[in-house]
């Protein structure tokens, strides 16, 4: 399971800006800020693959990196930062919309949710959509490096119960900085495409 080439290709607001190939897309979704730039920089071994930045909100468009010559992870714009204004807002969930519902090669949703927060109404309502549409997905708790063992425990529990997770639905809890979870995300994800024969 390894990353041996990962390259941007473009930005996208619009369903015509997207990629025209056909090759299967896997989505990472979740708040602004909660780490969705960073954890793609980590699977892929690159730091500066997609900006990361401690202003949150950064990025506002869907972002397509093709991985291994073979398949796309997406980065989409993060919701529910509350510094920005309405009409941005509404702009921001129209672009997040329009890929989700209109991308046929999507095949696997990835859902981050900080280990640190209880996951928001945006988070439950993004969880029970990716659920009903029936797509592949995995909850990935990020900086878990910012809590002790029983924190974590406690987080794994919250999480669960908040999302209304099943006993077979995955949850991974991540570090950028402390490489965990890295491998088992990468075997998560590779799994998810061998079922797609790739
Ligand atoms: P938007 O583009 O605004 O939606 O944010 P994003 O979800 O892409 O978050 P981004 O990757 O830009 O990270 C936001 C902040 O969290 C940055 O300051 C990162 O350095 C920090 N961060 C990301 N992952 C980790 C982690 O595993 N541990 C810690 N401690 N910090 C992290
Ligand atoms: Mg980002």
């Known amino acids: 399971m390894e990353i041996k080439q990962a390259e941007f290709i473009k930005s996208a607001v619009t369903p015509t800006q997207y990629p025209e190939d056909d090759k299967i897309e896997i989505a990472f979704v979740g708040r602004s800020n909660v780490g969705k730039s960073s954890l793609i920089n980590n699977l892929t071994n690159r730091k500066k693959l997609v900006k990361v930045s401690s202003t949150p909100g950064k990025t506002r468009l869907i972002n397509f990196f093709l991985i291994n010559n073979s398949f796309y992870f997406v980065d989409l714009p993060?919701?529910?930062?509350?510094?920005?204004?309405?009409?941005?807002?509404?702009?921001?969930?129209?672009?997040?919309?329009?890929?989700?519902?209109?991308?046929?090669?999507?095949?696997?949703?990835?859902?981050l949710v900080d280990c640190r927060r209880k996951p928001t109404e945006d988070d439950i309502v993004m969880y029970n959509w990716i659920r009903h549409y029936g797509y592949d997905s995995t909850v990935v708790a990020t900086k878990v490096d910012k809590l002790n063992r029983s924190e974590l425990m406690m987080s794994k529990k919250i999480i669960k119960e908040t999302l209304s997770m099943n006993e077979g639905e995955e949850l991974i809890f991540y570090s950028t900085l402390k490489k965990r979870g890295k491998e088992e995300l990468l075997e998560d994800i590779f799994n998810s495409l061998g079922k797609t024969g790739i």
Do not use: D, F, M
């Open 78 to 111: 993060g919701y529910g930062y509350a510094k920005v204004s309405k009409q941005e807002k509404s702009s921001w969930s129209k672009t997040i919309e329009s890929y989700l519902l209109n991308r046929p090669q999507l095949k696997k949703i990835i859902l």
